[in-house]
Every structure is written in structure tokens, then in C-alpha cells.
Antibody, heavy 123, light 112 residues
Framework: EVQLVESGGGLVQPGGSLRLSCAAS????????MTWVRQAPGKGLEWVSAISSSGGSTYYADSVKGRFTISRDNSKNTLYLQMNSLRVEDTAVYYC????????????????WGQGTLVIVSS | DILMTQTPLSSPVTLGQPASISCRSS???????????LSWLQQRPGQPPRLLLY???NRFSGVPDRFSGSGAGTDFTLKISRVEAEDVGVYYC?????????FGGGTKVEIK
């Protein structure tokens, strides 16, 4: 069974930092692109960042570029999101999700999601 | 960036009746590999989203066949043939043809 468990959320002041983690199990973690998606309270979904299976390529939404860093440790089956210079508008539930493979046999969708971790940026 | 626009914002439906949601993209979603990476996701109240359909019309594992997708290029539709109580929630379209990945604003399906 695929499992994604996020952790690391909490209350932080504007300008502060947090590091989110996503522990993965039930699939070959090192074979998949992984992503972070967030959802502000009562709002829709916003893609945040993605990282290739090897970790060699990373992608960011403009809203977080230069402030957030995505990384992964394939030996620990864990995905990370380092969030610096946090703003009030970063307040959201942060989900990690598996991005399906591209191509004929893949979905290239967000195949599985974790339950999310809540980040609140407030003074 | 590719803008995804969903209509309607809200869809009140009677149990057992059909529902339809439209999604339009600002640019063609046909990838250079020939596939169209348009997905539909469902988010039930208090739950994380889950993948329903991928590449326009392919149902993901475990998705009931009352869900279907159609469309091409920039116009896409999700249909629920007979709405059940468990279908209540918000539905999102999403494109993964190019970065940044983008979502539609969501359509809330509720029971009349």
C-alpha cells in the first residue's frame, strides 16, 4: 500500500523558516518524480515544487522560487521542502504527492497524496 | 503559464442524476510526446485530493465507471453519469503538460 506521511508543519512568524518532510513507503520511491502542492484555507490547489527521481532536476512555482528548496533522500525514502523567508500568504496545508510517469504507460498525474501538514505563518 | 478555467463554480445535483464540469486551458495541452496531460481530481470534505482521471479519459485505479472524461486540445469535460452521495466534494482539473503545473479553480458538487 502506498503511503505518504507529511510532517514538520506548525506556527511560524513571518520571515521564519520551516522544513517539511514526507516519508514514503509502499512503492519504489527512487523511481518517481515527487511534488509538493499546497492549499490555503478554504481555497483551491496550488502546485509548489517538483523534483526528479534522482534529485538532479527541480522545479518551482514563481510564488516560492528563491525561498523554498525541494530535495529528497532516496536512501531514506523521504522528500523535503525547506521553506525560508515565510510570508503570511504561505499559510496552507502542504501535501506531498507522487507524480506519475510521463508517456504512454504513465499517468503524469498526481497519483497518490499524503494527508498534508498545516503551515501557519502569523505574528 | 497555462491558465485553467473551470465552470461552473458550483453544481447542485439530484442524487442519481448526471453532472458535468467543464475545464478550459489557455493553451493546447498536447505534449510534444503526443499525449494530452489533463487530469481530474476529487477532493471530498476534509480529505486530501485523489486522482480520478488522467490523460483526459483514463480512470485511475479504483475509480468507478460512472466517472468519464472527454475533450481535446483546450476544452475538456468531466461527467458523472449518476451522482451518488459519496461524490460530494470539489473537483479540479489539472494540466501536467508543462511547468508550472496548474490547476483549475475547482467546482463544488453538492446534493440538492
Amino acid at each position: 500500500e502506498v503511503q505518504l506521511v507529511e510532517s514538520g508543519g506548525g506556527l511560524v512568524q513571518p520571515g521564519g523558516s520551516l522544513r517539511l518532510s514526507c516519508a514514503a513507503s509502499g512503492f519504489t520511491f527512487s523511481s518517481y518524480v515527487m511534488t509538493w502542492v499546497r492549499q490555503a484555507p478554504g481555497k483551491g490547489l496550488e502546485w509548489v515544487s517538483a523534483i526528479s527521481s534522482s534529485g538532479g532536476s527541480t522545479y518551482y512555482a514563481d510564488s516560492v522560487k528563491g525561498r523554498f528548496t525541494i530535495s529528497r533522500d532516496n536512501s531514506k525514502n523521504t522528500l523535503y521542502l525547506q521553506m525560508n523567508s515565510l510570508r503570511v500568504e504561505d499559510t496552507a496545508v502542504y501535501y506531498c504527492a507522487i507524480k506519475g510517469r510521463i508517456g504512454v504507460a504513465g499517468t503524469n498525474g498526481f497519483d497518490y497524496w499524503g494527508q498534508g501538514t498545516l503551515v501557519i505563518v502569523s505574528s | 503559464d497555462i491558465l485553467m478555467t473551470q465552470t461552473p463554480l458550483s453544481s447542485p445535483v439530484t442524487l442519481g442524476q448526471p453532472a458535468s464540469i467543464s475545464c478550459r486551458s489557455s493553451h493546447s495541452l498536447v505534449h510534444s510526446d503526443g499525449n494530452t496531460y489533463l487530469s481530474w481530481l476529487q477532493q471530498r470534505p476534509g480529505q486530501p485530493p485523489r486522482l480520478l482521471l488522467y490523460k483526459i479519459s483514463n480512470r485511475f485505479s479504483g475509480v468507478p465507471d460512472r466517472f468519464s472524461g472527454s475533450g481535446a486540445g483546450t476544452d475538456f469535460t468531466l461527467k458523472i453519469s449518476r451522482v451518488e452521495a459519496e461524490d460530494v466534494g470539489v473537483y479540479y482539473c489539472m494540466q501536467a503538460t508543462q511547468f508550472p503545473l496548474t490547476f483549475g479553480g475547482g467546482t463544488k458538487v453538492e446534493i440538492k
